[in-house]
């Protein structure tokens, strides 16, 4: 049973008051996966004319274990995270982490042996879109949040469709709103489907049986003319029509232990595709009559992207490949050819953002680097350590200052 946990109302209402007044007004929201975008790119980041020897920590608050990553709507953050065995939806206040709402309910967990390391998640990240919040737990549970008040307005649990309700090592892919729907892929191992769900109740509009869930989020992407969401299940990449689930085209995608974890980037009219061991390549979309086809443009077998989606940003990939116990590299994403790649050892993984010139690329070891986005070269500005633990989730870079998320905390980091 879900259980809803309010501030009061007067404190609400002063805290709204407050955001209204100080919330800057370029402040960028990052309601979803990656961002407003969904591609890792901040657009309202005004970079420092000078980068500070350390950052300042404005607060820290204990928030549960978990990967996902915060959302962030003017004065109001949103994480989805655990504590023992019950996942917990949270909204906070961004200039000072007191709690505003926040909702906890049953989801008892058993963690693969495999992913010990990675704990009990949450790993998904939530989907913000109309004014309602949109979770998926580690073990499937989707459901929809009220994101003013909390209030829980529907919530869906697969058991009863499938045998399995995550795949392998969780349910890991985040949530997107496209058309109006609600599109995740649920169930598990070797037997799930690509679905969309009223936005408004939570029932299935349409779905796609054709693969079992992957680890990665879908993208939607106008390719060829027309709209389509992409992503890697379980053994391929996929593309199907939004309005209803048909499929438009697919690609035998496979990654040992089935850990396709990338989610796709569409450069112009090509998907680019990554996984471990894969090295990275790229395909054009094209359609004679009513078939589709994905014709491979470029591949680079010496970069290999993993855990982590690489960033694009003028007409450049940049991201960590699991090459070399971790290095970062600049690709071309016309051609596919490496501009440069750090020496190795740089860790097991990191998340990677770009604002303007900027490239940030925060490492599961909790170092912030702040480097150039440049083409030429990995040009480090500053290293910051912004946990004592391991940050597997993606930094959330606003106005007031940088959300990171390690095992257990949220915290605010201010440029100084």
Excluded at 55 to 83: D, F, K
Excluded at 191 to 201: D, I, M, P, S, Y
Excluded at 276 to 302: F, H, I, M, Q
Aim: proline share 6%.
């Amino acid at each position: 049973m879900s259980r809803f946990i309010s501030m009061p109302t007067a404190a609400v209402i002063l805290l709204v008051l407050i955001g209204a007044v100080h919330a800057p007004a370029d402040a960028q929201d990052w309601p979803q996966w990656r961002g407003p975008g969904r591609d890792g790119l901040i657009t309202s980041f005004r970079e420092p004319k000078a980068w500070p020897a350390r950052l300042e920590q404005a607060w820290q608050v204990t928030v549960g274990t978990g990967h996902s990553s915060p959302l962030v709507e003017g004065r109001r953050v949103y994480l989805l995270s655990r504590q023992g065995e019950q996942e917990v939806v949270s909204c906070l206040d961004l200039e000072t982490g007191k709690p505003i709402w926040r909702d906890l309910y049953q989801a008892p967990y058993t963690v693969n042996s495999a992913a010990t390391r990675h704990g009990k998640g949450p790993k998904s990240t939530p989907v913000l879109q109309g004014g309602t919040l949109f979770t998926l737990g580690i073990g499937g549970i989707l459901s929809a949040y009220d994101a003013e008040s909390g209030r829980l307005r529907w919530r869906r649990e697969f058991a009863s469709e499938y045998p399995k309700t995550s795949p392998l090592y969780g349910a890991a892919m985040s949530p997107i709103v496209e058309r109006g729907l609600l599109i995740a892929h649920v169930g598990g191992h070797g037997n799930g489907a690509l679905c969309a769900f009223n936005v408004e109740t939570g029932k299935t509009v349409w779905s796609w049986t054709g693969d079992g869930p992957g680890y990665s989020s879908p993208i939607a992407a106008d390719l060829g003319g027309m709209r389509q969401v992409v992503t890697q299940s379980q053994k391929n990449v996929v593309a199907v029509s939004p309005v209803d689930g048909t499929l438009l085209w697919s690609l035998p995608f496979t990654t040992a232990y089935d850990q396709n974890a990338v989610t796709p980037v569409v450069s112009a009219d090509t998907v680019i595709v990554s996984g471990l061991d894969n090295g990275v390549s790229a395909y054009r979309v094209t359609r004679a009559g009513s078939a589709w086809r994905p014709e491979r443009v470029w591949e680079n077998r010496d970069v290999s992207f993993y855990m982590n989606t690489p960033v694009l940003a003028g007409g450049t990939l940049y991201g960590m490949s699991h090459r070399n116990k971790g290095s970062f590299v600049a690709v071309d994403a016309q051609t596919g050819a490496a501009l440069w790649a750090t020496p190795g050892r740089a860790g097991d993984n990191a998340t990677a953002l770009v604002a303007g010139e900027t490239l940030f690329l925060l490492t599961t070891d909790a170092e912030l680097i702040v480097s150039k986005a440049n083409r030429a070269g990995f040009e480090e500005r500053r290293r910051y350590t912004v946990a004592a633990s391991a940050t597997w989730a993606h930094p959330v870079v606003t106005r007031a200052g940088i959300l990171v998320k390690d095992a257990e905390t949220l915290a605010l980091w201010r440029l100084q």
